[in-house]
T-cell receptor, first 114, second 114 residues
Framework: DAKTTQPPSMDCAEGRAANLPCNHSTISGNEYVYWYRQIHSQGPQYIIH???NNETNEMASLIITEDRKSSTLILPHATLRDTAVYYCIVRGPLASGGSYIPTFGRGTSLIVHP | GAGVSQSPSNKVTEKGKDVELRCDPISGHTALYWYRQSLGQGLEFLIY????????KSGLPSDRFSAERTGGSVSTLTIQRTQQEDSAVYLC????????????FGPGTRLTVT
């Protein structure tokens, strides 16, 4: 599975959009981009994933560049409860040799301040 | 519906004692993972189950660690002769099938070895 690079920390004002970048320049055509977050003292929580097209759900939006070498997770109206570590992971389907073990790196520590 | 549950939520044990940690995955999820997370660190993969079998035990740090899964559901992680370096949060996750779909994590068990 491709490696990812994320900034170690970011901050955002409450009510503003939080845009978390992720670089995955070695991503291959059938690998998906997954995002998870981990709020302090809790287990990681799945947020969203995508392959090529932009995705949106009730938690966030995922914007994937046309060349798929990077993506941005957008929290449109950040709240204090969105303070967490955000992990970007790239995984391929098992059938094509992708790993069933997602590799969680250090992620981005997002602090939302009043 | 019910999420992944883990018990106990906290465990304090003396060095040299054995401990058992339990994970109840989401009903119908065939894949189950164990990770551990030391303070301020990322997630360290321990073991993966597909149904009752464990195709990958490569992450178990020593032969003091073992895990089993019965009936394709509940899993138990056992640590024998605990050491202080075993202190960590032990996280369990499950996913719907074959391990290549999104994972849902439990709240973790915080193990402290004194």
């Amino acid at each position: 599975d491709a490696k990812t690079t994320q900034p170690p920390s970011m901050d955002c004002a409450e009510g503003r959009a939080a845009n978390l970048p992720c670089n995955h320049s070695t991503i291959s055509g059938n690998e998906y981009v997954y995002w998870y977050r981990q709020i302090h003292s809790q287990g990681p929580q799945y947020i969203i994933h995508g392959l090529k097209n932009n995705e949106t759900n009730e938690m966030a939006s995922l914007i994937i560049t046309e060349d798929r070498k990077s993506s941005t997770l957008i929290l449109p109206h950040a709240t204090l409860r969105d303070t967490a570590v955000y992990y970007c992971i790239v995984r391929g389907p098992l059938a094509s040799g992708g790993s069933y073990i997602p590799t969680f790196g250090r992620g981005t520590s997002l602090i939302v301040h009043p | 519906g019910a999420g992944v549950s883990q018990s106990p939520s906290n465990k304090v044990t003396e060095k040299g004692k054995d401990v058992e940690l339990r994970c109840d995955p989401i009903s119908g999820h065939t894949a189950l993972y164990w990770y551990r997370q030391s303070l301020g660190q990322g997630l360290e993969f321990l073991i993966y189950f597909q149904g009752n079998s464990a195709p990958d035990k490569s992450g178990l740090p020593s032969d003091r660690f073992s895990a089993e899964r019965t009936g394709g559901s509940v899993s138990t992680l056992t640590i024998q002769r605990t050491q202080q370096e075993d202190s960590a949060v032990y996280l369990c996750a499950s996913s719907l099938n074959r391990g290549d779909s999104e994972q849902y994590f439990g709240p973790g068990t915080r193990l402290t070895v004194t």
